[in-house]
């Protein structure tokens, strides 16, 4: 039987679910939105977030929605967002989870003590960290904003003249070595981010970061 799209109000949010067709046996897509609870909250002051920061925590959302692991297995994973990207964002991993494109992790880079290098390490997809743009102290990365996203960073390295970008992704530099994981312009990946108006940092001229999707590509 084909199941039909249904979306439930919740309290403080809303839990999406897609369709999944019944020869797969692969739990449906979810996604949840809500305000960033208290006790996420005080996990994140003075890590993730701090006093001075570009955005407020109210202005920040929280998702909990289900990924394709390598292991191709579901998993839930969370995410935080300005809440003016949200629905794109669950929209998005949509997409991608359908084609079970594989994420390794999706923890909240708090865990990693908001280190950036730390939270790439582990190959973590994340989103919102408070922190200047790389090379650039004293730019707010969009992360800072919570309008970017970094997706499999040890499988989509950053990459500039004289190195990279986790320390461990060295195998995947040489991007004509395609694997799973990887992202490449036109991918299924590139589209669900194109197609609501994000921007792919695998495109820059003087860097590549093949991780990095961005609401205004920076």
Not at 124 to 133: D, G
């Amino acid at each position: 039987m084909v199941r039909r799209l249904v979306t439930v109000a919740v309290v403080a949010g809303v839990l999406v679910s897609a369709p999944a067709s019944s020869a797969e046996a692969r739990p449906d897509y979810r996604a949840r939105i809500t305000r960033i609870p208290e006790a996420i909250k005080e996990k994140m002051r003075g890590v993730s977030w701090r006093p001075g920061c570009p955005v407020p925590l109210r202005d920040l959302r929280l998702i909990t929605l289900r990924y394709w692991g390598f292991d191709r297995e579901a998993h839930l994973g969370r995410l935080v967002v300005h809440r003016d990207v949200a629905w794109a964002v669950v929209r998005i991993f949509r997409r991608i989870y359908a084609v079970r494109f594989p994420i390794r992790r999706m923890y909240l880079v708090d865990r990693y003590d908001a280190v950036d290098r730390e939270s790439m390490r582990h190959d973590n997809t994340s989103a919102f960290n408070c922190r200047w743009r790389a090379g650039q102290p004293g730019v707010w990365s969009q992360h800072a904003y919570g309008r970017a996203i970094d997706i499999d960073p040890v499988e989509n390295p950053y990459v500039w003249s004289g190195g990279f970008s986790p320390p461990n992704a060295g195998a995947y530099v040489d991007r004509s070595d395609r694997r799973r994981g990887m992202i490449y312009r036109g991918d299924e990946v590139w589209a669900a981010f194109r197609h609501h108006r994000w921007k792919w940092g695998g495109t820059w001229t003087d860097v590549q970061d093949y991780q990095h999707f961005s609401r205004n590509g920076r």
